[in-house]
């Protein structure tokens, strides 16, 4: 994974202390909070429901067994012992005091790690696929692409008073594991004529208003991804909507524009931009590509798993996925224990998989934005032992992509945006299908919840959508069913009126009964979904 | 370089209308929903190109000033209006070299902001060398 | 009444104002009545305070009880963590903010 040379510690420190002033400034009554805000939220710093909460970026959600044990450290020194893994593979800290931002800043800067736009109106936290490395089907890593995209975003003199936040994703697979179509900018890496290029698509997201990010250019020659990206943030920043925060997403400018419009500004933009040589040359490429070199993996390593331990071979049938080096597997761990908080791990869990990671996964993890951990690299001799760690830590619910691994953000618990808490229903679902068995016979079930419109659950993209709204002043959910984040990328379309908390769980399992009813063989509920429309499942849940 | 700006014995800034209907201004304003490259034909007839920002939260007048800088413009780059020296170190890299606050600066402060970056990542209108570049030459 | 909360500037900890002072306790908040801004205002130009406003609530056997739930989670602490909210002893205090 990338290092910092000087230049990225000098940076990153130049930040902190830019920041540290910004604080001391503050706290004097030198700028006033109106003037404070932007600046805050630029280094990840929110001012949340029960104190400031601090986002933490994990780039293209890659770390090493430091890093993540400094962000045990921080949950433990600083905050409440405890972190939360977010959708967009970065960690949050709840109980953060504005007087020790700076401190924490320092402390993450000694690891290779930032606060450095998590938030605010500029260009976000690179994401990507959580097994890029790892995953046979990828034409090509990824992360070296997110990564020249960080350093590129960073500190934008230009993109730093966009219109709204913007979200960038990076992919190199046809299996979308990123929900790449749902990001302001979408990046697919694909091989035509024996080159790669990259598939730009842009305008999608969720919130209020969700879109699907047409395709804007297919094939933009690698060596210009960087001017066409630029182009298409400087239109965005000059013609962006100012006068409505909740049209202000480039989504709504391409909706309003047109995808082809919108094609015919960033083009001759590009022209005028590819003149200025903003392009790093191959050689930066490749120096940051060698940094994601494949690991030194054994490929006569042994194939064979002992299923004989029945818990074990479920967890392994479930959670362990192929890797594309013989002898090895990618190893999810799932964050999503049933009636637990999704997402949350504490400062002991996190150093415990900081220490499999170094023992077993190359000394590497990912953050998926399912909220989930990844060891992309473990050898099968090794699941048993990482198997049994898990286990013993609460970490090895065997669950990934059934119902019980709910994507749902903090919500009203935990955040002053939302209309509605989330977390109770999620826990409420969970325990409601808390049988694994049965969770096997639904199979693949992505549900999704989100606390209000901003949608930071993603639940338009959910198999399941619940979204939290605020009914006279009581709270009521929304039921959608039918979206999806992965490469067959749809929106959910809404069942009919909302329930409440007891309600809503009610409903879902009205719905999962009629899946079973209906499905043909192999069909996931959303394939069924698909086939047979609303028609039979509003029946069911309304009769 | 950097100066605040009082505009006594000044030539007035003319809106872009005006400008672009009068054939002897030598400097102009420009409002954060105008065109910059509206001036592109017209930038040797001008000394002063004064960008209004009137919050600090808009930021269109930072593409504005790199698309000027982009077109061969040399003359006076200004930003005025809800300017807060947080603000400063990305203004002057996108070309801007005066300023004109609406609440007055403190000195130091501007000086710590303009010094507080040793390098950066990428090419802008500052002419600075971006990180790639000094790591390949 | 009318209730005056916000967060510590430093701590970002919610507090209420208790007519003379700030306060981590919900217990100990006054009814600001009619003079609500001019002591916001006050207030939060002293640092305080900070993104101060002021909230509906009813007084009750138990002392003020906000009028929106989200401000009865900011009282207390999140429905999900009772062992970190401010009564972590308390079986009762989630129903009180439900």
Known sequence: ?543 | MVEHIHSDGEEPAVTLDAFLSQSNATAVRLEPDEDARALIPHLDRLALIEVAFPKFRDGRGYSSARILREAGYVGELRAQGDVLVDQIAYMKRCGFDTFAPEKELNSADVEAALARWPEHYQGAADGAVPIWKLRHG | MKLLTGNDLKTGFVTWWTGADWSLHIEDAADVGEHGEAILAAEEGARRVNAPYIINGEQTADGPRPAHIKDRIRALGPTVRPDLTLKPADPAAGDWVI
Not at chain 1, 59 to 81: E, N
Not at chain 1, 98 to 119: F, G, K, N, R, Y
Not at chain 1, 411 to 427: E, F, T
């Open chain 1, 1 to 543: 994974m990338y290092k910092y040379d000087e230049y990225d510690h000098a940076m990153v420190d130049a930040r902190v202390a830019e920041f540290s002033d910004q604080v001391r400034r503050r706290l004097a009554g030198e700028i006033t909070e109106d003037q404070f805000k932007p600046l805050r939220l630029m280094n990840g710093l929110y001012l949340q429901l029960h104190a400031y909460m601090l986002r933490v970026a994990v780039p293209y959600g890659t770390l090493d067994s430091r890093q993540m044990r400094m962000l045990a450290h921080i949950a433990r020194k600083y905050d409440r012992d405890y972190g939360h893994f977010t959708t967009r593979q970065n960690i949050q800290y709840n109980w953060i005091k504005l007087e020790d931002a700076p401190a924490i800043l320092q402390d993450l800067a000694s690891v290779e790690m930032h606060a450095i736009q998590t938030s605010g109106n500029c260009i976000r936290n690179i994401s990507s696929d959580q097994w890029a490395g790892a995953a046979a089907d990828e034409i090509t890593d990824p992360r070296p692409w997110a990564e020249l995209l960080r350093q590129w975003s960073s500190f934008h003199p230009e993109f730093s008073y966009l219109p709204r936040k913007f979200k960038i994703a990076v992919i190199a697979a046809n299996e979308d594991r990123a929900a790449m179509r749902l990001h302001d900018i979408g990046i697919q890496i694909v091989e035509k004529d024996g080159q790669h290029g990259a598939a730009f698509y842009v305008g999608g997201g969720m919130g209020r208003t969700p879109m699907i990010a047409p395709l804007i250019k297919d094939f933009v020659p690698l060596d210009d991804m960087l001017s066409y990206a630029e182009a298409c943030l400087r239109v965005y920043n000059r013609y962006g909507r100012r006068d409505n925060i909740y049209k202000a997403r480039i989504k709504i400018l391409i909706h309003e524009l047109g995808a082809d419009e919108y094609r015919r500004q960033v083009e001759e933009e590009f022209k005028h931009v590819k003149s200025l040589g903003i392009d790093p040359p191959k050689a930066e490429f490749d120096r940051i590509a060698a940094q994601f070199a494949p690991p030194p993996l054994d490929a006569a390593a042994p194939d064979a798993i002992d299923r004989s331990d029945p818990d074990f071979a479920v967890w392994v049938d479930q959670n362990v996925a192929k890797h594309k080096v013989p002898g090895h597997a990618i190893v999810n761990i799932s964050l999503k224990p049933v009636g637990g908080i999704p997402g949350d791990a504490s400062s002991a869990q996190i150093d415990l998989m900081a220490d499999l990671a170094e023992k077993y996964s190359q000394d590497e993890l990912r953050v998926t934005h399912a909220q989930n951990i990844v060891l992309p690299h473990v050898r099968k001799a090794d699941l048993y032992a990482v198997w049994q760690a898990l286990d013993a830590a609460g970490l090895a619910t065997p669950n990934l992509d059934l119902i019980s691994d709910i994507i749902a953000c903090p919500g009203l618990d935990y955040c002053s945006l939302a209309n509605a808490r989330s977390i109770p229903v999620a826990q409420k679902i969970a325990t409601r299908f808390s049988d694994l068995g049965r969770q096997k016979e639904l199979g693949e079930l992505k549900l999704k919840i989100s606390g209000c419109i901003n949608a930071c659950g993603h639940h338009h993209a959910g198999h399941i959508g619940i979204l939290g709204v605020d009914r006279k002043g009581t709270e009521n959910y929304q039921l959608s069913l039918g979206g999806s984040g992965a490469e067959d990328v749809s929106l959910g379309t809404i069942t009919g009126p909302g329930f409440d908390e007891d309600g809503v769980v009610d409903a879902i399992e009205r719905v999962t009964d009629k899946y079973l009813e209906t499905r043909t063989e192999g069909e996931r509920f959303v394939d069924t979904f698909r086939r047979v429309g609303m028609a039979p499942f509003k029946e069911a849940i309304y009769g």
